[in-house]
């Protein structure tokens, strides 16, 4: 357990090593890595579920012109890597004066993220029955009503699937992290690259630090697993 507070620790730690010298290390810091990917992976997720759930009934259930276009722009959007993209919106990010932010973090996250939420969900909302919204729409609920009393409720199998793959692709992420956010605020996953420079020789922090990483990935996929198969089969089989 001594590796796992040394690890945690922003001070300064000793140990033994195998000829019997102590040495002495500055901490990691790993605690302030693990909030701050928190704060980016938790808002992350939230956000494009949100926008993905209105999008996604929007496409599914309501006529409005270029319907058929715009979504068939959104799921070309899935074939586009998300490297060809980084320069621009970092460029754009810089002249706004969010580099090095959460805020950052956030918009493009969700930008990402937005394209195989919007599908994802959209298979699973289109197969609701036609019944269910007739129903309220005579009752007089409102479209937005309906999203929120009926939609969202029917949909948590989806928005369960689409979260554990938004969630662990965040935490995981090093390439947006890097770009975007540098070294001003760093991720679990910096912090670990970080600590295979500062303390190569030190494989018993590194070992600790990557085990802290995986604890919560596991926790969330494990408490919605339940509803893991059942989204991610939403809308493959008809009839």
């Given at each position: 357990?001594?590796?796992?507070?040394?690890?945690?620790?922003?001070?300064?730690?000793?140990?033994?090593?195998?000829?019997?010298?102590?040495?002495?290390?500055?901490?990691?810091?790993?605690?302030?890595?693990?909030?701050?990917?928190?704060?980016?992976?938790?808002?992350?997720?939230?956000?494009?579920?949100?926008?993905?759930?209105?999008?996604?009934?929007?496409?599914?259930?309501m006529?409005?012109?270029?319907?058929?276009?715009?979504?068939?722009?959104?799921?070309?959007?899935?074939?586009?890597?998300?490297?060809?993209?980084?320069?621009?919106?970092?460029?754009?990010?810089?002249?706004?004066?969010?580099?090095?932010?959460?805020?950052?973090?956030?918009?493009?996250?969700?930008?990402?993220?937005?394209?195989?939420a919007?599908?994802?969900?959209?298979?699973?909302?289109?197969?609701?029955?036609?019944?269910?919204?007739?129903?309220?729409?005579?009752?007089?609920?409102?479209?937005?009503?309906?999203?929120?009393?009926?939609?969202?409720?029917l949909?948590?199998?989806?928005?369960?699937?689409?979260?554990?793959f938004?969630?662990?692709?965040?935490?995981?992420?090093?390439?947006?992290?890097?770009?975007?956010?540098?070294?001003?605020?760093?991720?679990?996953?910096?912090?670990?690259?970080?600590?295979?420079?500062?303390?190569?020789?030190?494989?018993?922090?590194?070992?600790?630090g990557?085990?802290?990483?995986?604890?919560?990935?596991?926790?969330v996929?494990?408490?919605?697993?339940?509803?893991?198969?059942?989204?991610?089969?939403?809308?493959?089989?008809?009839?």
């Amino acid at each position: 357990m001594q590796n796992y507070k040394d690890v945690l620790s922003g001070g300064e730690v000793s140990f033994v090593d195998a000829q019997g010298n102590t040495i002495s290390r500055q901490g990691s810091n790993f605690a302030d890595a693990v909030l701050n990917s928190l704060a980016v992976s938790i808002p992350a997720t939230i956000i494009p579920i949100l926008i993905a759930a209105f999008a996604a009934y929007a496409f599914a259930w309501m006529e409005f012109p270029m319907r058929r276009p715009f979504f068939t722009m959104v799921v070309a959007l899935l074939v586009v890597p998300l490297q060809i993209a980084l320069i621009p919106i970092l460029r754009d990010f810089t002249n706004w004066g969010i580099t090095g932010t959460f805020l950052g973090m956030w918009m493009a996250h969700t930008g990402f993220g937005l394209p195989l939420a919007i599908y994802l969900l959209y298979n699973y909302i289109s197969t609701l029955s036609r019944d269910i919204f007739e129903s309220a729409y005579l009752d007089g609920a409102t479209p937005f009503t309906t999203f929120v009393r009926l939609v969202l409720p029917l949909s948590v199998p989806a928005l369960a699937s689409f979260a554990i793959f938004q969630f662990l692709w965040v935490w995981n992420d090093y390439l947006v992290a890097l770009v975007f956010l540098g070294d001003k605020n760093r991720v679990v996953t910096s912090a670990l690259a970080a600590m295979v420079g500062e303390k190569g020789q030190d494989w018993h922090l590194l070992t600790s630090g990557a085990f802290l990483s995986m604890i919560l990935p596991l926790i969330v996929f494990f408490g919605l697993q339940r509803f893991f198969v059942r989204g991610l089969m939403a809308g493959s089989v008809k009839g």
